[in-house]
């Protein structure tokens, strides 16, 4: 396993369901049911919902998570290195939802935000510990995985997302070799 290559294990995004960057929070909601039901089914063998820009090009990923984001939006405005370091760690949920008021009407209008919000206004793109080349090894992802704690890492050739490394998968991978070993 040290010398595997994240291209042996990641899922290419064409066997991902996709979602437009253009689509509405109400959009997104049911993409979301959609992609879970279709998985639970087993019609569909994956959940994660990537998204799209205008040109087809694989941005980020949407989850429930992320949605639950976008009703709050005021969390584009927390910068948390500069919050944790004005705040001090002992005060930072209840200094950052004073600061910036989070959660004081994150239902108001929520009718309106289904159909007025876009997804692009709250999706974010992949930051640095997100993000592995295909030729990377498994070790640097377990890395990421354990102090990132994402679910999963976005493989990137040149510019262009080309697929998902799935802690599952991972995990699966490791699994198997340990038990190999056992025997």
């Not at 279709?38 to 063998?45: R, T, V």
Request: proline fraction near 4%; include cysteine; glycine fraction near 4%.
């Amino acid at each position: 396993m040290e010398k595997m290559k994240v291209q042996e294990l990641m899922v290419p995004v064409d066997r991902f369901p996709k979602l437009s960057d253009r689509a509405t929070f109400y959009e997104a909601l049911y993409a979301l049911e959609h992609a879970q039901e279709q998985f639970l089914s087993g019609k569909a063998e994956q959940r994660i919902l990537l998204v799209e820009n205008e040109q087809g090009k694989v941005v980020a990923k949407m989850s429930p998570i992320d949605l639950i984001r976008g009703l709050e939006t005021n969390y584009a405005r927390v910068n948390t290195e500069q919050t944790i370091k004005h705040f001090g760690l002992s005060y930072i949920w209840k200094s950052m939802q004073k600061e910036y008021g989070l959660w004081e009407d994150p239902f108001k209008d929520l009718c309106r935000k289904a159909n007025e919000v876009h997804i692009r206004d709250f999706i974010h793109p992949p930051q640095e510990g997100q993000i592995v080349s295909p030729d990377d090894t498994l070790a640097k992802c377990f890395h990421l995985f354990v102090m990132n704690r994402h679910d999963s890492l976005f493989v990137v050739q040149g510019a262009d997302i080309v697929g998902l490394l799935r802690f599952t998968d991972v995990y699966h991978r490791m699994s198997q070799t340990m038990k190999a070993c056992a025997s």
